[in-house]
């Protein structure tokens, strides 16, 4: 390590005297209980976030129990200390609009308190992009540890996991053909343990690009959450944390560009979250760190999908796991990944890679002359519609919808859909395109509302897919042809502010566009009389109003994106 590790004299409270403030510091750390001995130890901070809101981290005790058995076990003191916690379904109006308070509250307690290396111990959607976020601008050495994936239940003999089947018997109950009783049942069934959603969300596409970036140990992403070897997991990050103090290796040695682009080639390869392409924009963006959308569409044609998971397949997380995990996938795409860049053992990806697995089930994870999709899963569109971009997970849609061309049918906010969607009297029809408008980052927090249901009256007709346009984000566990992020938002004053019920749209994913089929004057002139959405007053959402960026810059705030603190 380049400073020697200060342990508990770091960071001082500034009284004006150094002494008489590490003075106060030995003798309140002594009130913990804490011996002469242990306080002259380095000290590894474990950044925990367990919350009476937060199911997915309901094995946070156990998880940071064996951290610091790791980090004790390897010679320094270990020190939990709490963060906010962001529960994905606990959270008004978006757990989306909290991520950067979380990234702030984690960069800001690392870098305030004493500690010489970090584990940051996050799962649900939101956190890990958090923790990382504020790992990077901190640069402190720091290691992500993942609560893990949920395991499925089971209902009549089929397996379910939250949260493709919670969305798929959803549909199905709107359809009537699944019943108010049915529904029930279901819904105790979906999450039954501990632990992140059982598909390829949000959640497990985070921690795969976590160990892809190279943040997390090799081999961590999908150990399941109630699976004894998460907990070897967490005490071998802690036993790693230490390592940290030696070599010194921060996060801005790790997350670079080749490591990033390393990321995105493993998010097209598991038919990964939409919402992954804005926190991995974020995370690198904290480091000024910038990928063009032409080369993540390059890299997207490039990379095969390989990992047949839900929402793009049929597998589960557990399966993932059992099946050889992100390793295997690494393997089968070597020759597509940068191979010198280093993860936060020291370990060059090469010599990581170089060591055979003894078992992969291709049921799975499948070879790279044999893949789910030839193409990767994700891809970015523009056009007239979406002039700075709108991203596309062509991996989870209908391709028979992928060159469409509609008439739009126009929700003008979050509240407009509520009300109308399902009303009978809907002017809609099979075949026209659905565009929800005001569901962006300034809007609205750009909530998961992306995946709009398909108005009842056509569900219940059969009517299964929809192309579906809108500036809101979707859950990384849903399915369909579905346009979303498209920037600028309509609250900025973005074309899609201008679409007006019984307009043309043209989705062609072939030529990656997505075009409003109206004269630029008559777009130009409605939105001439455009007037933004009143701001908030007071407080963080005020912050968040004045500050958020928009989907391809990673909707971070604008002060906290560049370069890492010094
Ligand atoms: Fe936490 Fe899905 S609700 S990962």
Not at 99 to 119: F, K
Request: net charge negative.
């Amino acid at each position: 390590m380049t400073d020697k590790p200060h342990g508990i004299g770091g960071g001082l409270t500034n009284y004006g005297d150094p002494d008489f403030a590490r003075y106060l510091r030995r003798s309140f750390a002594r009130s913990m209980g804490l011996s002469t001995e242990m306080l002259a130890k380095p000290i590894v901070g474990i950044a925990m976030t367990p919350s009476g809101f937060n199911n997915c981290h309901r094995s946070m005790d156990d998880l940071v129990e064996a951290v610091s058995r790791g980090v004790l076990a390897a010679g320094a003191l270990p020190r939990p200390f709490p963060t906010i916690s962001l529960g994905e379904v606990f959270l008004n109006p978006t757990s989306m609009m909290y991520r950067n308070l979380m990234a702030m509250d984690t960069e800001e307690m690392i870098g305030a308190q004493p500690m010489d290396a970090v584990v940051l111990i996050g799962g649900c959607d939101k956190t890990v992009p958090a923790q990382l976020m504020g790992a990077a601008s901190a640069n402190i050495p720091a290691i992500q540890l993942v609560t893990g994936p949920m395991s499925t239940g089971r209902y009549h003999g089929q397996r379910l996991g939250a949260c493709t089947d919670c969305r798929s018997f959803w549909g199905k109950y709107r359809a009537g053909t699944v019943s108010e009783t049915q529904i029930t049942e279901i819904e105790s069934q979906l999450s039954v343990t501990a632990g992140t959603c059982a598909v390829m969300g949000t959640a497990s596409t985070m921690a795969c690009i976590a160990e892809a970036l190279g943040m997390s140990l090799p081999g961590t992403a999908a150990i399941p959450a109630v699976n004894a070897h998460r907990l070897v997991a967490a005490e071998q990050s802690g036993t790693a944390a230490v390592r940290l103090l030696t070599t010194g290796i921060r996060p801005s040695q790790v997350i670079t560009h080749k490591s990033v682009e390393n990321a995105l080639r493993v998010l097209m390869c598991i038919g990964g979250s939409t919402n992954a392409i804005v926190h991995l924009t974020a995370i690198a963006g904290r480091l000024g760190i910038r990928i063009s959308a032409e080369r993540m569409n390059q890299i997207s044609d490039e990379t095969p999908v390989l990992v047949d998971l839900k929402p793009v397949g049929e597998g589960y997380m557990e399966d993932f796991h059992a099946a050889g995990g992100l390793g295997a996938v690494l393997r089968e795409l070597k020759p597509l990944l940068h191979l010198d860049t280093m993860d936060v053992e020291g370990t060059i990806l090469a010599d990581r890679l170089a060591e055979p697995l003894p078992y992969v089930d291709r049921s799975i994870i499948r070879p790279f002359n044999d893949p789910v999709s030839p193409v990767g899963g994700l891809i970015t569109l523009k056009g007239s519609l979406a002039p700075d971009g709108a991203i596309f997970k062509r991996a989870a849609a209908t391709p028979q919808l992928f060159e469409s061309e509609g008439r739009a049918v126009v929700f003008t906010s979050l509240d407009d859909m509520a009300a109308r969607v399902d009303d009978p009297d809907l002017d809609v029809a099979e075949g026209d395109i659905l565009v929800l408008q005001n569901a962006g980052p300034h809007a609205a927090g750009m909530p998961e509302a992306g995946y709009l249901s398909i108005p009842k009256k056509l569900a219940q007709k059969g009517v299964k897919d929809m192309v579906r346009i809108s500036d809101a984000r979707m859950s990384g566990t849903a399915f369909g042809t579905i346009v979303l992020h498209v920037a600028p938002e309509a609250a900025i004053g973005g074309p899609l502010a201008a679409v007006r019920t019984g307009d043309r749209i043209r989705l062609s994913v072939a030529n990656k566009s997505i075009d409003l089929l109206v004269p630029a004057e008559e777009i130009a002139r409605r939105l001439a009389g455009f007037a933004p959405p009143p701001k908030p007053k007071r407080g963080y959402k005020a912050l968040y109003r004045n500050t958020v960026t928009q989907a391809p810059e990673g909707c971070d705030f604008d002060f906290l994106a560049g370069d890492a603190a010094p």
